[in-house]
C-alpha cells in the first residue's frame, strides 16, 4: 500500500495538493518495473528480493503465450501495406517474447553503487547518457533548442564507462556513488541494454527505499530524449501513468514544475506509486500529480508550459497482440475511434504550452492513422504548430541500436499548407518532420515506438 499519493485539483491557475490515502491494494512490485509499452509478462526471480547486488541475469523461459488472431489478421493487413518487407520481421519478433529486449535505465535519485559494474559484467552496455556537457560542439549553439547536440551522445559523465551511440568505446570507469538527494545528483539519464534477451531482475519495493533503476523498452525513453527538457522548466506528461517517462524526465534535467496527468484512477495509483518508488522526497513541490482528462488543457492550461509530453493512448502492438480474442475483437472496433482522441489530446498540449515551447507527440503502435496521420491532421489546423526533424537528431546518431522510418510514400507525399511544404530539400525532408517510427526488428527488438516533435510558434 502507498504511504500517500498526491491528487491535485485546479482551480484557476492555482494548483491545490492534497494527500489522500491510496484505498486499492497495490499492484505487484512486479508490474510496476516495467513500462506498459513493454507489455505485461514479467518474470521475477527468485532472489529478487536480496536486492540488485545479489541478483542474476538468466535468460527469459517464458511460457508460450498464444496470439489474439483477429488482432494479427488486422495487424497483417495493414502493416504489411505500410512497412512492406519490415512487417514480415517485426511480427516475427513481436510474436516472440523470447526474443525481447529490455533496458536498465538507472536511477539518479538512489544509490546505484555497483550496479554499472554488475550491469557490464553481465553483458550490458550504455546506450544512452546524457548528463552535463564536458564538450565544445562547433556544429551547435549550447543553449538553443533547436540546434543543440543530441545529448544522449555529447553528455556522458566523465569517469563511467558506456558505450556511446556511434559505437565507440570510451575507457572511463567510476561508478555513481550515493547521490539520493537532489542537490548532490547530477541530472543524468543513464540506460543499458544487452544485445541478447537478457533482463535484469525487478526489484521489490522496501518502504521508505527508492528503487535503484527501471525496466522498460529502450525506445521509451526516445520521446523523453527529443523533449529536451532543461532544468527550472514547467513540464507537462499529458496521458502519465504508469509513470516511466516521467520518471525519465527527472532523469534528464530538474524542472521547476512537472504536472503528471491522468485521468484513470486505477492507472493514477499506479502513476503515483512509480513517482514514490523512484523520486526523491525533495522532488514532492515540484513534481505533482493531476486527474484531469488530457482534452481539456486547452482551455484551462493555455499557454503554460514549456514543454508538453503526450505519450497517447493508443492501439499498443505488443500487448494487444496478446489479449483474448474477446477482448481484441472489442479493442478493434474501438480503434478507428482512437485517432480522433489523439488528435484532440495532441491540439490541447499544443494550446498547454508556451509559444516557442515544445510538444512530443508519441505512442507504441505501428499503425500511421494514429501516428503521422495524427501529426499531420493537427499540423493542418494548427498555423501556430511547426514540426522539428528528429530524423537527423535521433535517427541517424541511434540507427545502431533502433530501426526508424519516416512516414510511408502517402504520407507527407502531398503537403496541405504551404509552410509545411519542404522548402530545402526533397519530399522525404517533410514526411521527417512529421516524426519517426522505431520498428522492431531481429536483434533490435525496441519498439513500436513513433515520435513527433511540434513546436509552437512565437
Ligand atoms: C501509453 S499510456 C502512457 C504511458 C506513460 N507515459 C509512461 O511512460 O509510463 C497512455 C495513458 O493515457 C491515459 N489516457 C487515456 N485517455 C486519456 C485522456 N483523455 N487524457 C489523458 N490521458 C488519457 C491512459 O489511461 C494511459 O494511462
Redesign the pocket.
Known amino acids: 500500500m502507498s504511504k500517500y499519493m498526491f491528487s491535485i485539483h485546479q482551480s484557476s491557475s492555482t494548483w491545490r495538493r492534497t494527500s489522500l490515502k491510496t484505498k486499492k491494494p497495490s499492484p505487484p512490485w512486479c508490474l510496476w518495473s516495467v ?3 513493454s507489455g505485461p509478462e514479467v518474470v521475477l526471480q527468485p532472489n529478487e528480493r536480496q536486492g540488485a547486488h545479489n541478483n542474476q541475469v538468466t535468460k527469459r523461459h517464458r511460457k508460450a503465450r498464444s496470439s489474439c488472431l483477429p488482432v494479427l489478421g488486422c495487424f497483417d493487413q495493414q502493416y504489411s501495406q505500410e512497412l512492406g518487407d519490415l512487417w514480415a520481421s517485426a511480427r516475427a519478433v513481436l510474436l516472440d517474447p523470447r526474443s525481447w529486449q529490455y533496458g536498465v535505465m538507472l536511477n539518479r535519485f538512489s544509490t546505484v553503487t555497483g550496479i554499472t559494474q554488475l550491469l557490464q559484467s553481465q553483458g550490458f552496455s550504455m546506450l544512452l547518457c546524457n548528463g552535463p556537457s564536458t564538450v565544445s560542439h562547433s556544429k551547435y549553439q549550447a543553449g538553443k533548442d533547436s540546434l543543440s547536440p543530441p545529448d544522449h551522445i555529447s553528455k556522458c559523465p566523465p569517469n563511467d564507462s558506456h558505450l556511446q551511440p556511434d559505437g565507440t568505446s570510451r575507457a572511463l570507469g567510476q561508478d555513481l556513488q550515493s547521490e539520493p538527494s537532489l542537490s548532490s545528483s547530477r541530472p543524468t539519464l543513464q540506460c543499458y541494454i544487452h544485445p541478447c534477451s537478457l533482463r535484469f531482475p525487478s526489484q521489490a519495493h522496501r518502504p521508505g527505499q527508492l528503487k535503484q533503476y527501471y525496466l522498460l523498452n529502450a525506445a ?1 525513453l526516445l520521446p523523453v530524449l527529443a523533449l529536451k527538457v532543461r532544468d527550472g522548466e514547467k513540464v507537462l ?9 516521467a520518471v525519465a524526465i527527472m532523469q534528464c534535467a530538474t524542472p521547476a514544475l512537472l504536472c503528471c ?4 484512477p486505477h ?1 493514477r495509483d499506479w502513476l503515483a506509486k512509480t513517482l514514490e518508488s523512484f523520486l526523491s522526497q525533495s522532488l514532492t513541490s515540484r513534481v505533482i500529480v493531476s486527474a484531469q ?3 481539456s488543457f486547452v482551455n484551462s492550461e493555455a499557454g503554460t508550459y514549456d514543454k508538453v509530453l503526450v ?4 492501439s499498443n502492438d505488443r500487448s494487444w497482440l496478446y489479449c483474448g480474442s474477446q477482448q481484441g475483437e472489442q479493442r478493434l472496433k474501438e480503434r478507428a475511434r482512437l485517432p480522433v ?1 489523439q488528435a484532440q ?1 495532441l491540439r490541447s498540449a499544443l494550446s498547454a504550452v508556451r509559444p516557442g515551447g515544445v510538444v512530443v507527440y508519441s505512442t ?1 503502435t505501428l499503425s500511421s492513422f494514429e501516428n503521422f496521420a495524427v501529426v499531420e491532421t493537427v499540423l493542418n489546423d494548427c498555423p501556430e504548430a511547426e514540426p522539428e526533424d528528429l530524423w537527423e537528431e535521433i535517427g541517424i546518431p541511434l540507427s545502431k541500436y533502433f530501426t526508424f522510418r519516416s512516414a510511408h510514400p502517402g504520407h507527407g507525399q502531398t503537403p496541405h499548407k504551404p509552410s509545411l511544404q519542404p522548402q530545402d530539400g526533397p519530399s522525404s525532408s517533410y514526411r521527417h518532420r512529421l516524426g519517426i517510427l522505431v520498428i522492431p526488428q531481429p536483434g533490435k527488438t525496441w519498439g513500436p515506438m513513433f515520435l513527433s516533435r511540434i513546436r509552437r510558434r512565437k
Open positions: 513500462n506498459c509499452h521509451s506528461d499529458l496521458c502519465s501513468a504508469p509513470g516511466g517517462k496527468n491522468e485521468p484513470d492507472r482528462d488530457g482534452r505519450d497517447a493512448p493508443c482522441l489530446l507504441c
